[in-house]
Nanobody, 121 residues
Framework: QVQLVESGGGLVQAGGSLRLSCAAS????????TGWYRQIPGKQRELVAT???????TYADSVKGRFTISGDNAENTVYLQMNSLKPEDTAVYYC???????????????WGQGTQVTVSS
């Protein structure tokens, strides 16, 4: 019914940049909040950044000043621009959206399948 598809992951050298995309499709009435999370094997998934439909953003301290989250409400797409990447940014990055489907009225949380980001030193 609803799909989140991430893209843009890959291998990059330390100091480089990547841009992740998360496209939501399906029976969507409204997306209220979208976030990027990341997970390293054996560790808990951690929040990286969020953006509301109104454009309000939050960031983990570890990525402030390096990562920028932005959204295109018309396209139901959210981006994560990652600059000055460090080896410790290596993880699987997941997109998460809190949205209302067309049959409404409740909000549900959906996850993408994840995209690998690897930063070499």
């Amino acid at each position: 019914q609803v799909q989140l598809v991430e893209s843009g992951g890959g291998l990059v050298q330390a100091g480089g940049s990547l841009r992740l995309s998360c496209a939501a499709s399906g029976s969507i009435s409204r997306i209220n909040l979208t976030g990027w999370y990341r997970q390293i094997p054996g560790k808990q998934r951690e929040l990286v950044a969020t953006v509301t439909s109104g454009g309000r953003t939050t960031y983990a301290d570890s990525v402030k000043g390096r990562f920028t989250i932005s959204g295109d409400n018309a396209e139901n797409t959210v981006y994560l621009q990652m600059n000055s990447l460090k080896p410790e940014d290596t993880a699987v990055y997941y997109c998460n959206a809190h949205l209302v489907i067309t049959t409404g009225p409740y909000q549900y949380s959906y996850w993408g399948q994840g995209t690998q980001v690897t930063v070499s030193s």
